[in-house]
Each structure stands twice: as structure tokens, then as C-alpha cells.
């Protein structure tokens, strides 16, 4: 039956992607060491995993759609883990009431077209040249192969070769690809996927090879020549969260429509107007709203005036690196998988039974002197992650729970990790939950910082957005692959790069000059009257020490607050406001 074939070939092609995680998160187009791509496919394809497994034999074809809907969209990290989850919502509706006792090629076309239906709706303007393209590439193949009675063999072998063709082809469709020499690596992920669930429907060994320099013994030979096209072609790399746009500010909320004959359609245009990347999925009445644009004002109050808009959050597209790191000491609970590690003084139980809190707040750190200071500020729970290591929506959920609030601010303190954000909020039934759309933990600490709990709970949201606008970020770290800075200046590995507010404007040798290079760049495009600055676990004390103390002598006008903030990959990270 349908159900055994998912049930039976999903894991297979799981761990797969698992298996190549690592390969694709060391290639990045932006060249930060902060790639993750491959973790958050894997991640998101291991959690339907564990959901379908705990289904009985038994279970229906709609059951197991069911569970990859809810494990996909519960365990999504990152922009890439989110559009997986949509593909898989898609493929597996598309086989519910499929008559056949085994797949056929009916069933299989008929999946992959419901699968391009559902997530091309949830991305208004796909980009070409991204998974997407590959979902429908795959899926005009099958159709071609089904209208000409293909056997389901031949229909199988072909969507695989059609799959890395399609991402041999994606540096001819998206320009940052092209200018890099590379590929999209969720678009690798997903040929990926396809390969190992056809040999595990087949019932080949799935020991797959690194089809760069060998291929698999059992493939056919177009397969075959396909992944020497992609070999040829193109290194694969990341590109999470396609670059470039001309808008400033990412935001998502969710709404609640008031008028019954509220047309999605009619406000995805007004959307369109006002920026790009424009999202309004769901169905009436409760929808989600996506948007990039100079001028989130716009958007909320024109949605405002056709119904309710709650969990909102507006924040910077720009990349940053995290990591998951040691426990959160003292008395947090740390979030982790599926895991709750208590302190000496507070515990999930003893949280259960304390009296609720009128407001309560989660935030994600990347470093325990991160960690720290949030909890000095009054975050009640610190989830340890961030893009290299993402907390799921599950993780975030736990969280909010944990803090035995009525209400939870969120603050997710990285773009990528957003929509894990929303969906945690929108899942919480204990209390009512918003984010605010912190990209960074330095707009959390000015966020805490302006935390007024005698205004009401949307009061105290909006003046904590609000306050988004006032920071300027900086970071500085160390490049992975050889790329260009924002004026065309060769970066090498190894060079250090001083990146202001997501643009690579500075390229150095040593941590020092760099960071008092953007620093100074920066303040001329804006006077800033604070500097708070965080020293990364890989910056000693003294080298710390010399650094404040020649920013001091350089910009004496500037309040320097500096702290160890013990993040990984970023020797220095800091705020202007």
C-alpha cells in the first residue's frame, strides 16, 4: 500500500540528506562559517521521521499525511526547513485517496503537482534557481512521462535524473549562483531526497556516495551522467534565504480576518506594492502575512483596517552565525531537542506549580555570557541555538510554556529562525504568545532594556518593536571560501571581514583594525551616542581589553559598554544606537 512505500522510504531518504548536511553547510555563497542549509533540511525531514513512526501500523495514507504536515511544520528550522515542509505537505495530501494498492505513476504525478501547488501559494514570487524550481521541474517530467503511459520505473529513474539536471541548471537562473560558481544547495538537498527514496523504493543500497568525485554503483547511466553535469557545472553551496533584496525590513504577522468576503488575492497584490517575497497563506478567516519592504507601517495598518493582526514581528533579512553551545548555567532551563535541562534553583516542575506571571519573555543565545546577560535583564527562558544549529518550533514552544506565563514575548535574535518563531506562537494554547522580530541578541538586550510592564501586552510589544529601529549592527568575523566585499575587494579565506548591518564593507587581516575600520564607517554614516560590544569565545580577555580601550581613544564620544558574549565563529559582534 501507499502508506507502507512512505512509510518504508522516508527515513531512507532522511538520512540521506542527514548524511550530506555537513558537505553542504561548508559551501556558502555569503562567506561567513554560518551555513546550514543541510542541518535544517535534515533536522525537519528527522522530525516527520519520528512523528510517522509513532503512528500504528495501521495508520492511513491520510494519517501519515497528517503526521508529515504536523512533524514538518513542528520541527521546520530556517527559511529551508519551512519550504520543505510545504513540499512535503503537498506530496503527501496529494496521495491521500489514491485508489491503487501500490504507487503509480498516476499517484506519484498527481503528488508532485499537488506538492508544486502548496508551496509554490506559500511563496507568491518564487525565485528561480531554488528547490522550488527543482519541485517543478520534477513534476512537468512526471507529467510528460505519465500522458506517454511511462511505466512507473521508467517514471522513477527519470524524475531522478530530471532532479539533478534541474539543479545543475539553477546558476543559469538565480545571479548570485552564477557570479559565485555554485549551485543551490536546497535544491541539491531535495535531488538528495528524491535519489534516495526511488533506490529505497527499489531496494538498493543506500549507501550514497559523494557523487562529486564517484557515483553510486547502481545508478543508471543518465543518473549517472546527471550528477557529473552538477559536478561540472558548479560547486554546491548554500543559498539560504535568497539575497539581495532592495527592501530593508522582513515582516510577518499573523491576521485574523473580519470580512467574510475578505479576497486574499486582492491584499497579495497590495502586498506586492508595497515590497517583495510577499506571503499570505492559510485559509479564511486566520491567515499568516509575509512581506519585505521599507515600510512595515504600511502593511500593518492597512491589514488592520480588514481585521486582527497579532504576532507581529519585523526584523532585518541579514545573515548572522550561531551555534548551539554548553548548557545555560545557574538557574535557566535550557531548551534543547526534545530535552529540558534544569538548574540548581528552577525546574519545569517547580515552574508548574509557582504562581503565573502576567508577562513573561524567551530569548535565543548563542553564547552563555549571551545568556547571562539576558537573564539579567529578566528573560525567564533561554533557548541556546541559532543558524547554525536552529531551535525547532517544538523547542520554542517548550519554552513559552515553560516560562507559566499568561503572556510571552519571544525573541528570536536571528532572522532564520523567524518562522520556527511564528509557528511556536501560533501552536501555544496555554497563553498568548508574540515576537518580537529581534535579528540579533544585541536587539534584545535594547529591547529588554525598554521593557515597560505597566503598559498592556500589545502596548508593550509594539514599544519593544519600535525600539528595532534604533540599532545598527556589526560584526566580525573570519571568511570560509574566497567571495568579494561589497565594493568588489577580493576576500581569501581566512581574511577577516567586517560586516555593517549584512554588507561586507571592510576586508583585513587582524580583528582589531577591522572592527575600529567598520566602527568608523558606520558612525559616519550616522552618529551613535552607545557602542555595546561583545567579545566571542575565541577572543581572549587582553586582546579584548586592547580593543575597547583603542575604540575609546578613537571615538571618544561613544558610551562603550563591553561584554563577554562567548558566541561562537564571531570574534566581535556590537550595536550602535
Request: glycine letters at 6%; hydrophobic letters at 40%; a negative charge.
Amino acid at each position: 500500500m501507499i502508506s507502507h512505500v512512505i512509510r518504508t522510504c522516508f527515513p531512507v531518504a532522511a538520512q540521506a540528506v542527514a548524511n550530506k548536511a555537513d558537505e553542504i553547510n561548508k559551501l556558502n555563497v555569503f562567506p561567513v562559517p554560518d551555513g546550514d542549509t543541510g542541518t535544517n533540511m535534515s533536522l525537519t525531514l528527522q522530525t516527520v521521521v519520528k512523528e510517522v513512526e509513532d503512528l500504528p501500523q495501521d495508520a492511513s495514507m491520510e494519517d501519515i499525511a497528517h503526521a508529515i504536515t504536523h512533524g514538518s511544520l513542528m520541527g521546520a528550522r530556517g527559511n529551508s526547513g519551512v519550504i520543505t515542509s510545504q513540499i512535503l505537505r503537498g506530496i503527501s495530501e496529494g496521495l491521500v485517496g489514491a485508489t491503487d494498492e501500490a504507487l503509480s505513476v498516476e499517484d506519484i504525478a498527481k503528488a508532485l503537482r499537488n506538492g508544486v501547488k502548496v508551496a509554490f501559494k506559500a511563496v507568491r514570487k518564487p525565485v528561480e534557481g531554488t528547490i522550488l524550481t527543482v519541485l517543478k521541474d520534477v513534476s512537468l517530467c512526471a507529467d510528460k512521462l505519465e500522458q506517454k503511459h511511462a511505466t512507473k520505473q521508467e517514471l522513477l529513474d527519470a524524475i531522478v535524473v530530471e532532479a539533478y539536471e534541474s539543479v545543475a541548471r539553477t546558476p543559469d537562473l538565480l545571479p548570485v549562483l552564477k557570479e559565485n560558481g555554485v549551485v543551490d544547495s536546497g535544491a541539491f538537498g531535495f535531488a538528495t531526497f528524491i535519489e534516495a527514496f526511488v533506490n529505497a523504493y527499489n531496494g538498493k543500497d543506500q549507501q550514497l556516495t559523494n557523487f562529486k568525485t564517484t557515483v553510486d554503483t547502481q545508478d543508471t547511466q543518465d543518473t549517472k551522467d546527471a550528477k557529473a553535469h552538477v559536478s561540472n557545472a558548479v560547486d554546491i553551496a548554500v543559498n539560504e534565504d535568497w539575497e539581495g533584496s532592495q527592501y530593508r525590513y522582513c515582516t510577518e504577522f499573523l491576521f485574523h480576518a473580519d470580512l467574510e468576503d475578505f479576497n486574499p488575492e486582492t491584499h497579495l497584490k497590495f502586498l506586492a506594492s508595497q515590497g517583495d517575497c510577499e506571503l499570505l497563506v492559510g485559509s479564511y478567516p486566520d491567515y499568516k502575512i509575509h512581506v519585505h519592504t521599507n515600510r512595515p507601517d504600511y502593511v500593518l495598518r492597512h491589514m488592520l483596517h480588514r481585521g486582527q493582526i497579532y504576532n507581529v514581528f519585523v526584523h532585518n533579512m541579514d545573515l548572522e552565525a550561531h551555534e548551539r553551545t554548553d548548557a545555560i548555567r545557574d538557574d535557566k532551563v535550557l531548551v534543547h531537542g526534545d530535552d529540558f535541562v534544569a538548574g540548581a534553583t528552577t525546574s519545569a516542575a517547580a515552574a508548574s506549580n509557582a504562581p503565573l506571571k502576567d508577562v513573561g519573555f524567551v530569548a535565543v543565545a548563542a553564547g552563555s555570557g549571551q545568556a547571562e546577560i539576558l537573564t539579567s535583564l529578566g528573560v525567564d527562558q533561554i533557548i541556546s541555538g541559532g543558524q547554525t544549529m536552529n531551535p525547532s518550533t517544538a523547542d520554542i514552544l517548550k519554552a513559552i510554556e515553560a516560562t507559566h506565563a499568561r503572556q510571552v514575548v519571544v525573541l528570536p535574535n536571528n532572522s532564520n529562525i523567524r518562522m520556527a518563531a511564528e509557528a511556536a506562537v501560533q501552536a501555544v494554547t496555554s497563553c498568548v504568545a508574540k515576537v518580537v522580530p529581534t535579528k540579533s541578541v544585541l536587539q534584545a538586550f535594547s529591547c529588554m532594556f525598554c521593557v515597560d510592564l505597566s503598559k498592556d501586552f500589545d502596548e508593550l510589544v509594539s514599544q519593544m518593536t519600535d525600539q528595532l529601529s534604533l540599532i545598527r549592527d556589526g560584526e566580525i568575523t573570519c571568511a570560509v571560501r574566497d567571495s568579494s566585499a561589497s565594493d568588489g575587494t577580493p576576500i581569501h579565506v581566512g581574511d577577516v571581514m567586517g560586516i555593517a548591518c549584512g554588507s561586507i564593507d571592510v576586508v583585513g587581516h587582524d580583528v582589531c583594525s577591522v572592527t575600529l575600520e567598520v566602527i568608523a564607517r558606520m558612525m559616519d554614516e550616522e552618529e551613535s551616542d552607545t557602542l555595546t560590544i561583545l567579545a566571542g569565545k575565541d577572543m581572549d580577555q587582553a586582546s579584548f581589553d586592547d580593543l575597547v580601550e583603542k575604540i575609546e581613544d578613537k571615538f571618544p564620544s561613544l558610551d562603550v559598554d563591553p561584554q563577554r558574549g562567548e558566541q561562537p565563529l564571531y570574534p566581535v559582534i556590537f550595536s550602535l544606537e
